[in-house]
Every structure is written in structure tokens, then in C-alpha cells.
């Protein structure tokens, strides 16, 4: 099945947006890691994974112009 654009101008704006938003503050999770100002269990190490691939799904998103909620039937307002 072939992808083709869901999503107009704005969303993928806002996705591309999102995504870099939340791969910085991935980074940001990981030096506090890193320098030991933040404990690192396993509540936040999932968390940071979590940014990671929310931030790229996002990037990837508002790059191909598909959205997987919309694709799979779920109404996205944006």
C-alpha cells in the first residue's frame, strides 16, 4: 500500500515543529542524565527513549506528509 500525502501545510509544519522540539528536549534529558543532575532509573531513561522516537516520528511525519493516526481512521484536528 502506497503512502500518499494525509496531511496539508500546517499539519506538517506543526509535526516537523513538534518533532524537533522533542528530539532537543531528548538531548536535554540526556546531558542531565549524564551530568547527574537527574537520577537515572528507569522512569526517566524510558521517558528520554520516548522523546527520541516521538521527536522522529514527528520529523518523519512533517517531511512525508503522512500521518499514521490518519491513516489509520483516527480524526486529527490538525
Known sequence: M???CNID????FLRLVGGSVSL?????AVTL?????VPDN???ISSTIGL??????????????W???RAMGIWTPI
Do not use: D, H, P, Q
Not at 501545510?9 to 506538517?12: D, L, V, Y
Open 2 to 4: 502506497a503512502k500518499e
Open 9 to 12: 501545510a500546517r499539519g506538517k
Open 24 to 28: 532537543a528536549m531528548g538531548l536535554v
Open 33 to 37: 542524565m549524564y551530568a547527574e543532575i
Open 42 to 44: 528507569w522512569f526517566t
Open 52 to 65: 527520541f522516537g516521538g521527536g522522529a516520528l514527528g520529523i518523519y511525519e512533517g517531511w512525508s506528509g
Open 67 to 69: 500521518c499514521i493516526a
